[in-house]
């Protein structure tokens, strides 16, 4: 079955400390995007990618980095300048907006 | 840039009542989607609207598109408590990104 998976489900982070996550694809879609969402609040564009090797900084990029070096796959690093990481996040892909976007089972994330 | 409203942000309303939920986006844009999403899980897929007039319907749910108000309204018909979710509506921003509303938590009680 074609979807998109993100990994872990959940994750804690130690304060100063870089974490990762994970998100693949297998629907041949061209374009990937990464959101935020805070308890209660609607979904903020972290980063998105249109095209392998390029993407674009979205409303809240800072203290984020995101590479695209493969069509299937857009992690997330959440770094130690991002000091309010406690959040749901999501990532989508899509191909034509025609048909909307696909979005994964998301990540939380929790500062300990 | 785009900012995309939505009202109300919370609705609490009884079992087979209608009601409706607006969406207002500030720029031009004929691509509007709505998705719901249930507590603690990622967004489901309701509608996409792709031009001025759109109206498309599933169960008790109709969304439309009038995209010279900037308006999209999501309509439930005898609200049953499955419905319970909040509604999220999207707004297509220069055909490379989506820009979403607030969201609308709504509550479904006999």
């Known amino acids: 079955d074609g979807g998109i998976t993100q990994s872990p489900k959940y994750l804690f982070r130690k304060e100063g400390q870089n974490v990762t996550l994970s998100c693949e694809q297998n629907?041949?879609?061209?374009?990937m995007y990464w959101y935020r969402q805070d308890p209660g609040q609607g979904l903020r564009l972290i980063y998105y990618?249109?095209?392998?090797?390029?993407?674009q900084k979205g409303d809240i990029a800072e203290g984020y980095s995101v590479s695209r070096e493969k069509k299937e796959s857009f992690p997330l690093t959440v770094t130690s300048a991002q000091k309010n990481p406690t959040a749901f996040y999501l990532c989508?892909?899509?191909?034509?907006?025609?048909?909307?976007?696909?979005f994964g089972s998301g990540t939380r994330l929790t500062v300990v | 840039e785009l900012k995309v409203e939505q009202n109300p942000l919370f609705l609490s309303m009884q079992e087979g009542k209608n009601y409706t939920i607006y969406c207002n986006y500030s720029?031009?844009?004929?691509?509007l989607y709505w998705y719901r999403q249930d507590p603690g899980k990622s967004l489901e897929s309701l509608f996409v609207?792709?031009?001025?007039?759109a109206v498309k319907q599933e169960g008790r749910l109709m969304a439309s598109l009038d995209t010279k108000a900037r308006l999209s309204t999501l309509h439930i018909t005898a609200a049953v408590h499955d419905l319970s979710a909040t509604y999220f509506c999207?707004?297509?921003?220069?055909?490379?990104?989506?820009?979403f509303g607030t969201g609308t938590r709504l509550q479904v009680f006999p």
């Open positions: 720029t031009t844009s004929d691509r």
């Open positions: 609207l792709l031009s001025n007039g």
């Open positions: 629907l041949n879609h061209d374009a």
């Open positions: 999207a707004v297509d921003y220069n055909t490379d990104k989506l820009i």
């Open positions: 990618s249109q095209i392998v090797n390029d993407f």
């Open positions: 989508a892909s899509g191909t034509d907006s025609n048909y909307g976007y696909t």
